[in-house]
């Protein structure tokens, strides 16, 4: 995927985005680096007393992390890692006076190098701090910086008792996907502390309350947060403003307990991105209760999720398998809503709420009888076999038989149906049911011609889903994964 980088200058400052995303707002830069850099190095300066510090910066290629790392005498050295030589290159050249030209200080090296690839060949044990600052995942592939397996290579690296800090999401209008975040470090055994505060510019883009954490393999007490040294010249932190930021509303820390850790496997945080925001507006903020999570020490309460809800055929063997399945208890009963395939980009929250709330509904308007009519109609071009059990369908449904007694193969075939065509809409919702699409401004006969595209995108779409599908069903018959 291309990058798009743009900077805007206005009277006071400058603003930088990334594929549309802002990074920073000069105006108030500092309130995010300072709680990402500040407690970490002041943490680590306590746990390691009379010791040059080595640090190491994921991402961060705007420099501004580094300026605030090196307000410490203690750090000897900063290692800095992006993958991106644009940003390097408007680090040593436009942000230079917000940076202070921090990539170019003695004690900084910088690698223009894949985080992920970077760490691994490290030797363990090495550094005293680790922070992470990466931009929000817009891919799967980027949202492995954020998995398991990367927090275990920097816990690797890491000394012991050293300090891990993680820039994170909203808590309000990404809920789930920081809470993932919160129980993906608590499940490799880190003390784990997350934080909210309010960024101004980036509540004005919509992002919400910005949230991050703060890990150690060592418990971190509240009588070392209380006893941080801050550097002198700070623009917004202070020991106010760091205790009451790891304080969060019950309502929307209630959900930590329901998320599930994400893998690379298993890249749950990409999906909760993409399926579930939560806005602040939908939570009941009402109660006025607070948990200082200062006060808490919690271990990993949440589980590594049994299929990949962004693997469209993991995604499909689970609907297979029981959709139709009677479950010996409520309780037992598998929540199918859950596994929706992954939304179009362009869907928005509502779109996606919509089908959860309504999938049932959805399915049980296709009108059985008047499709086996319409197949039926068309016998003469399917193979005899499958036919014949069409025919037999049509007479058991027509007698009102209930659908436990049909043939096992035909309430696949139901199944594979459903399925393909809910996928299908949720890939292309405007090619699906052969409906076309129309945008307006176009001539009749362009109009025509448009509908006549979707027409052949959704029959594509349909067959390809089907036989697809058909084929899982015969590996899942044979056994095969």
Not at 134 to 149: D, G, R, V
Not at 250 to 269: G, K, Y
Not at 292 to 309: H, K, P, Y
Not at 421 to 431: F, G, H, Q, R, Y
Request: hydrophobic share 40%.
């Amino acid at each position: 995927m291309s990058t798009s980088l743009f900077t805007e200058n206005y009277d006071d400052g400058i603003a930088f985005y990334i594929n549309g995303d802002l990074q920073f707002d000069s105006a108030d830069e500092a309130i995010y680096h300072e709680h990402l850099v500040i407690p970490a190095i002041s943490l680590a300066i306590q746990r390691f007393p009379d010791t040059d510090l080595r640090v190491l910066i994921c991402g961060g290629g705007d420099g501004l992390a580094a300026r605030d790392v090196l307000r410490f005498e203690q750090v000897k050295s900063i290692d800095l890692v992006d993958y991106n030589p644009q940003v390097i290159e408007l680090a040593n050249t436009v942000f230079k006076p917000y940076n202070l030209g921090s990539l170019e200080q003695e004690k900084v090296t910088v690698y223009i190098q894949e985080a992920f690839g970077f760490v691994r060949e490290l030797a363990d044990d090495f550094y005293h701090i680790v922070i992470c600052d990466f931009t929000c995942p817009n891919s799967a592939e980027e949202a492995k910086i954020y998995s398991q397996e990367w927090f275990q290579e920097v816990n690797r690296v890491l000394m012991n008792s050293g300090i891990i800090a993680v820039n994170g999401v909203s808590p309000n209008q990404n809920n789930p996907a920081f809470w993932c975040l919160y129980q993906t470090l608590l499940s490799i055994n880190l003390f784990t502390k997350p934080l909210q505060l309010e960024i101004p510019s980036f509540r004005g883009h919509g992002y919400g309350n910005w949230g991050f954490l703060l890990a150690s393999s060592q418990e971190i007490l509240r009588e070392e947060i209380q006893h941080i040294h801050f550097p002198n010249h700070l623009n917004y932190l202070n020991r106010e403003k760091l205790l009451s930021a790891f304080i969060f509303e019950e309502t929307i820390a209630a959900s930590r307990h329901q998320v599930t850790i994400h893998t690379l496997e298993n890249e749950q945080l990409f999906y909760y991105l993409l399926n579930y925001p939560t806005q602040t507006e939908n939570l009941d903020l009402s109660t006025n209760e607070y948990l200082d999570f200062l006060d808490i020490n919690e271990q990993v309460n949440a589980n590594i999720e049994s299929i990949s809800s962004l693997d469209l055929e993991s995604v499909a063997k689970f609907w297979i398998e029981n959709i139709y399945a009677t479950p010996e208890t409520e309780k037992d009963s598998p929540d199918i809503n859950q596994f929706l395939p992954v939304r179009h980009p362009y869907h928005d929250s509502k779109m996606t709420t919509s089908w959860l709330v309504h999938l049932q509904e959805l399915l049980s308007e296709i009108d059985v009888q008047k499709l086996l009519t319409s197949l039926l109609a068309r016998a003469q071009e399917l193979p005899p076999q499958i036919a014949r059990e069409l025919k037999n369908l049509a007479d058991k449904i027509n007698s009102n038989q209930p659908l436990g007694t049909l043939n096992p193969k035909m309430v696949e075939f139901m199944a594979l149906l459903s399925i393909t065509l809910l996928m299908a809409n949720l890939v292309a919702p405007d090619s699906v049911f052969a409906k076309g699409s129309y945008y307006g401004s176009s001539s009749s006969s362009s109009s025509s011609d448009d509908t006549g595209d979707g027409k052949l995108i959704g029959f594509i779409f349909t067959c390809l889903g089907g036989y697809w599908l058909f084929n899982i069903i015969n590996r899942m018959r044979n056994g095969q994964r």
